[in-house]
């Protein structure tokens, strides 16, 4: 069976402080793994994609990466703006559906 | 810059009432997905839409539940009768033909008493 599994669940940091969120997934015909923010209350807000193991996006104070098994959510010298859900989701084969790990809830702290 | 937008933001209903719920995509976009987060779980896909059919459906999506778009903006979900079960925030999302990245709106929480 496909499983995203997003770990920590839960991340406090102190700004400046760096960290990685990770997304790790077993999908057979993986076809692209993206990476959304969510704020409480609010619709997901598209991040990266990343396609191929290797393959490295960066925004900001974020950098996403992508191996064969799992992939990386880097977090450089965060601020409190930064705080809210990270989530990955995947999508397989033909299909364009994605699929939603449970998340990591930031917080970022002064 | 184009978003996907949602109405309403907040729709209280009694079980076994039929819901609507409004989403207008980014006008460029060519399919509309609509998902459900019940609280403090994950993100679950119900059903996309492409080409005015269902592209595909999960088994969430069953027959108390469809969709419409109805003229060339909006495109809803309808719940025939609804169940305390179906309390959840609803969210459409769209995309473009040129690649897979899906926007999402803002949602509809949706609480059936």
């Known amino acids: 069976e496909d499983q995203v599994t997003q770990s920590p669940e839960a991340l406090r940091l102190q700004e400046g402080e760096s960290s990685s969120l990770n997304c790790s997934y077993t999908?057979?015909?993986?076809?692209?793994l993206f990476w959304y923010r969510q704020d409480p209350g609010k619709g997901p807000e598209f991040l990266f994609t990343?396609?191929?193991a290797g393959e490295e996006k960066e925004k900001e104070r974020l950098k996403a990466t992508l191996t064969k098994k799992e992939s990386f959510l880097h977090i450089t010298a965060p601020k409190p703006e930064d705080s809210a859900t990270y989530l990955c989701?995947?999508?397989?084969?033909?299909?364009?559906?994605?699929?939603f790990g449970t998340g990591t809830r930031l917080q970022v702290t002064l | 810059e184009p978003e996907v937008t949602q109405t309403p933001s907040h729709q209280v209903t009694q079980m076994g009432q039929e819901v609507i719920l409004r989403c207008v995509p980014i006008?460029?976009?060519?399919?509309f997905y609509w998902y459900r987060q019940i609280l403090g779980q994950k993100v679950e896909f119900l059903v996309s839409f492409y080409n005015n059919e269902i592209s595909e459906k999960s088994e969430i999506f069953d027959d108390q539940f469809s969709v419409e778009r109805p003229d060339g903006s909006n495109f809803t979900l309808k719940i025939r009768s609804t169940k305390l079960e179906d309390s959840a925030m609803y969210f459409c999302?769209?995309?473009?033909?040129?690649?897979?990245?899906?926007?999402f709106g803002p949602g509809t929480r949706l609480t059936v008493t």
């Open positions: 999908v057979s015909g993986l076809r692209g």
């Open positions: 006008s460029n976009h060519l399919y």
């Open positions: 990343l396609y191929s």
């Open positions: 999302a769209s995309r473009a033909d040129a690649n897979y990245e899906q926007y």
């Open positions: 989701a995947v999508r397989k084969g033909t299909a364009s559906k994605l699929t």
